[in-house]
């Protein structure tokens, strides 16, 4: 049939979808700018969960932790738990210069972090929250769901000797400060 031209809404509705997602990802951006504030002295030294911005898109979300933004260091490192046995428990140490920031990408796990006087316990079950953990703080991983992966975002390259193994010697450490 010459002469007549078919509309397609299909390249409309792409071409909307793209436009909605460009200004998600600059509305995030701008987030991530003010969530990533100034950190203080203060703040830098306590454990806080951090809400991840979301670009929403038909296609799948998408969340990005940019470091020195979002996070108060630069990101030197990550890695991440899979497969994980149940009743199993991670972690078990504590660092004297490394700060992380750890995600449930997958699933859900517990963190008990123990600053030498207080334990708390923070549950991770979405992967567009982190749990900022700075120096000085005992940390244990337990309760893993089935498929769970935990990533984690650290501030250093591994070094062994900023590890502290024994409890004990953590609470001496952290109380001589």
């Known amino acids: 049939m010459e002469g007549i031209h078919y509309f397609s809404y299909s390249h409309l509705f792409r071409g909307a979808i793209h436009y909605i997602f460009q200004a998600n990802h600059f509305i995030s951006k701008r987030f991530c ?18 809400d991840i911005p979301i670009a929403h898109d038909l296609r799948g979300n998408l969340s990005v932790v940019e470091g020195g933004e979002l996070i108060p260091f630069d990101i030197k490192r990550v890695y991440y738990l899979y497969d994980v046995p149940g009743g199993t428990t991670r972690g078990g140490h504590a660092h004297r210069k490394l700060r992380q920031l750890i995600i449930a990408a997958s699933g859900s796990f517990d963190v008990i972090l123990d600053d030498g006087k207080t334990r708390s316990k923070y549950s991770l079950n979405r992967s567009y929250h982190g749990l900022y953990i700075p120096t000085m703080h005992w940390r244990e991983i337990e309760n893993f769901s089935s498929g769970a ?20 010697d953590f609470v001496k450490e952290v109380n001589r400060d």
Not at 37 to 47: D, F, S
Not at 161 to 168: K, V
């Open 149 to 168: 992966v935990c990533m984690v975002l650290a501030s250093e390259h591994y070094d062994e000797s900023d590890y502290i193994y024994e409890y004990e």
């Open 33 to 50: 700018y003010i969530k990533g504030m100034e950190w203080n002295e203060e703040q830098l030294k306590e454990p806080r969960l951090i």
